[in-house]
């Protein structure tokens, strides 16, 4: 897959294979230059000039119409700004808003706990009888009746990789008079995604995995331009009102969705994340589809092949998996620590889990045979068994 492949484009240190880009995405090779740049030549010279001079106040809709390019959302649909967090509770905050009389938000027990706890937080503050209703991922379909305000649910489960089918699952939450917001967070640069074809009405993704952005770089959303003028921003700050430097006492959202803006957008990380943005510029979402499949399929058939202690946690249809492939092994924890120690980088996700991911920008099938080489030592020679593998780091 030649034409994805493009290693040159990012910094790596020699001898890793980085199979965490699904976690933490790497550098692109010419970020300190950019950074640099950006700080001598427009904080540096500039000063508050480079709000409009470089055009640190258009960033968030700037990226955000690079980001919605992936995401199949029109131009003029997706902004930037926040943490991931911060976007699911305005997503679903608006959500609640659209559904008045529903009590019901409902999610599945897959989800990336922040989004569920951002819910939790939300219902304390409205105190108005509101539910936050779990399931498993397989039963949300079935779970979606007329009593749901709003279905909240991320694509691709950090945990397994398991790919939740978002046209059908909008489809039943359209027909039940739901709310659908889906959390892109592994699914933006790791899978094709039509949302204009799905029809949600909201989307939130992050963009420090797959899209390379850099530690703390922004949020995403999207809302479907039928309802830009209409949502009710529940964070209503100053940069998402329709005149921020009229100062008025009152708040006015701005125009579409300019007003999930909420404040002063984090230019560094912006900067950082535009330029992470240009690698895209010609890739083609399918092509990398393909070749994240290819790599996924060979990993999964070597890994089986020579290391029978782990057990395949993903699906094994490559249909249904995003860009990762998770294998359960009850020492998985100092599994992954040994293996980082030779220079593999995964993560490893309580219980059991040992999840690696797939990015065809800068992995090829060399990089998974010699991955797979390793794995298979750090098994086979029982390293995970060294106690200096099993204290267990903050962040995981
Ligand atoms: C699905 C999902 N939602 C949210 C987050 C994190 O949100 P935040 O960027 O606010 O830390 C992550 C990863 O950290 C995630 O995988
Ligand atoms: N956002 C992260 C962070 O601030 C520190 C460490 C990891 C992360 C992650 O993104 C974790 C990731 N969402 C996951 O799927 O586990």
């Known amino acids: 897959m030649s034409e994805i492949l493009r290693k040159d484009v990012f910094s790596l240190p020699e001898g890793v294979i980085y199979l965490d880009g699904n976690s933490l995405g790497p550098m692109p090779r ?16 500039l000063l508050i000039k480079g709000w409009n001079a470089a055009g640190w106040m258009d960033q968030p809709s700037r990226i955000g119409d690079m980001v919605a390019r992936l995401i199949g959302a029109p131009q003029g649909t997706v902004v930037m700004g926040d943490t991931l967090s911060i976007k699911v509770y305005q997503a679903v905050a608006a959500g609640l808003k659209m559904t008045p009389g529903r009590r019901v938000i409902l999610s599945d027990t897959g989800n990336f706990p922040t989004d569920l706890y951002m819910v939790e937080g939300l219902i304390r503050t409205l105190d108005q009888g509101y539910e936050l209703r779990t399931v498993a991922p397989e039963d949300v379909a ?6 749901i305000a709003v279905v909240m649910l991320t694509q691709v489960d950090y945990r397994t990789g398991r790919l939740h089918d978002m046209d059908a699952i909008t489809q039943r939450a359209h027909q039940h008079g739901a709310v659908m917001v889906w959390d892109l967070a592994h699914s933006a640069g790791a899978i094709p995604v ?17 899209l390379n952005g850099g530690p703390g770089a922004p949020a995403f959303i999207y809302v479907r331009s039928d309802l830009a003028e209409t949502i009710q921003p529940a964070l209503s700050g100053w940069l998402g009102h329709e005149a921020p430097f009229d100062f008025a006492m009152n708040y006015r959202p701005g125009p579409g969705i300019e007003r999930m803006r909420v404040g002063t957008p984090p230019v560094m990380q912006m900067t950082a994340l535009e330029e992470a943005m ?18 996924q399929e060979q990993f999964i058939a ?8 782990l057990t395949l ?10 860009s990762q492939v998770s294998f359960r092994f009850e020492h998985g924890y100092a599994a992954m620590q040994a293996l980082i120690h030779m220079d593999v980088i995964g993560d490893f996700r309580a219980p059991d889990i040992m999840r690696f991911g797939f990015t065809p920008l800068y992995i090829d099938a060399g990089d998974v045979t010699e991955a ?3 794995i298979a030592k750090v098994m086979d020679d029982k390293l995970w068994d060294d106690p200096k593998y099993k204290t267990r780091n903050r962040v995981t």
């Open 278 to 295: 240009r690698v895209w510029d010609d890739v083609d979402m399918r092509a990398l589809r393909a070749a994240s499949i290819a790599l």
């Open 30 to 45: 010419n970020m300190p230059e950019t950074l640099s740049r950006m700080v001598s030549s427009e904080w540096g010279q």
């Open 302 to 309: 070597d890994v089986e092949a020579r290391v029978p202690a």
């Open 313 to 322: 946690a993903s699906p094994r249809d490559p249909d249904a998996r995003g």
């Open 142 to 147: 079935a779970a979606i009746g007329d009593d």
């Open 194 to 210: 039509d949302l204009a074809a799905s029809n949600a009405e909201m989307a939130v993704g992050c963009t420090y995995k797959y």
């Open 372 to 374: 797979v080489d390793r």
